[in-house]
């Protein structure tokens, strides 16, 4: 295997070319500096010496054919191979719309991007000598075309096929859906479990049986790093959204058998006319913030009345950007007790109550 290797990861781009753009009332995140956030990354990256680039899904604002064809074509002018995989903006109908392309058509757009099967919307492919990418789709639609979050039989069955083939190589796998929470009871909260790999625990028990330890995720637009049972989970927050961070990590050998990941965390604090950035898209968050956490604090398990959810509503302004941010600590030492203690979960710590500040700078032993 090839012991020193660096990537690069960027999730939830949203590419939206200037006259796709639209909407803006109750969108959380800034497509208008979709393509100058990008472009401003992708030339850092480019003055890399990088291996690869994954980026775990929403590709496009909403599956623009527009939006597929622009990435795609900056994609092959990259110095390194590119591989993605779709999230669900990217393929928002199972069947092609006049705004949006359909489910099957994705692979077709990024054939140069681990999808040399077109037929197929899961793909591996050996990245560099010894490290074995294996890209999951987990957008399906059921009979009502409603899309869901989760891995079908069919791509299951693959899976068990390949991991006992790929063993001994170094694992990573790349899904746009968490397979881990990334925040307190996310897999059963009417808020997070959408965000959530429906059967995330049949991937989780099959990665570990294989001894695969590296999961690279999307969707949530969060800095996380979460832990359960010997698996990491990286998530990245999104390109277009507050703080607009996207990642590199160097993988280097530790001893005879184990590998050390350094991962640094960078953010795109300025763009042509957004040269404040991090303020407008913070504020942006913050301005949109009311109606979710006020379901927050008056769903399970707080369970709060109305009135009373609104007298604690405006402390929690930034709540969302703090934890997009990663490494946040909260202690709303007016709230009620229950209520503080709540919050206080949301923050970057251990079990025994420690700073756990891993979510943008952290030394992984795997």
Known sequence: MSTNFRFAIISDPHVAIPETIRGTANRFHLVEVSIPALELVLKHLESLSLDFLLIPGDLTQDGEP????????????????????PGNHDVPTLLATEKSIGFDDFPNYYRQFGYQNPHQHYYTCEVIPGVQLIALNSNQFNSQGKQLGCLNEEQIAWLEELLPQVKDKLILVMVHHNVIEHLPGQSHHELGKRY?????????NMLKKAEAKLIFSGHLHVQDIAYHEGIYEITTGSLVSYPHPYRIVEVQANGSKNLELKIESHRVNAVSGWENLPEISRNWLGDRSYPFMMKLLTSHPLNLEIEEAEKLVTQLRYFWADIAAGDAMFDFVDFPPLVRRYFQHFSAINGDGSPNLIDNYARLII
Do not use: G, K, T
Not at 196 to 204: P, Y
């Open 66 to 85: 527009e939006n597929h064809q622009w990435l795609q074509q900056r994609l092959a002018c990259l110095p390194f191979p590119a591989y993605v995989i």
């Open 196 to 204: 959530m790999l429906d059967n995330a625990s049949v991937l989780l």
